[in-house]
């Protein structure tokens, strides 16, 4: 697997954007890597993106559930929190004691 850099015109094939966990597919040959200058690049290999994409394909089968149940999880937490907020705002300041 070859390292390049973004803006740097490569070949066709794929490319796997290592900041992002992104893979970008290079069509035409002399086209350039899009992003910030400097950023990494690995270069994946066509037979080796041929065995990796079914595995990845099943991996996100099997954890897409999790993923749902963690979302909805986080919206009613924050839900939860907001009300909480809320009511503690609405309800104005605690009374202050006075001295005795």
């Known amino acids: 697997m070859a ?3 973004a803006g740097e015109a490569v070949k066709a094939g794929f490319y796997w954007r290592m900041a992002h966990w992104q893979i970008v597919t290079i069509a035409e ?4 890597l899009p ?9 994946i290999p066509a037979l080796l993106m041929l065995l990796l994409a ?5 991996l996100f089968v099997i954890f ?7 979302i909805v999880l986080q919206h009613a937490v ?13 309800s104005g300041p605690a009374p202050k004691e006075q001295g005795r």
């Open 3 to 5: 390292r390049r850099q």
């Open 29 to 32: 040959n002399g086209e350039t």
């Open 35 to 43: 992003g910030n200058a400097g950023e990494p690049y690995l270069r």
């Open 54 to 58: 079914p595995i990845m394909g099943g």
């Open 64 to 70: 897409l559930p999790f993923v749902g149940v963690a």
């Open 78 to 90: 924050r839900a939860a929190f907001r009300a909480v907020h809320k009511t503690a705002e609405e």
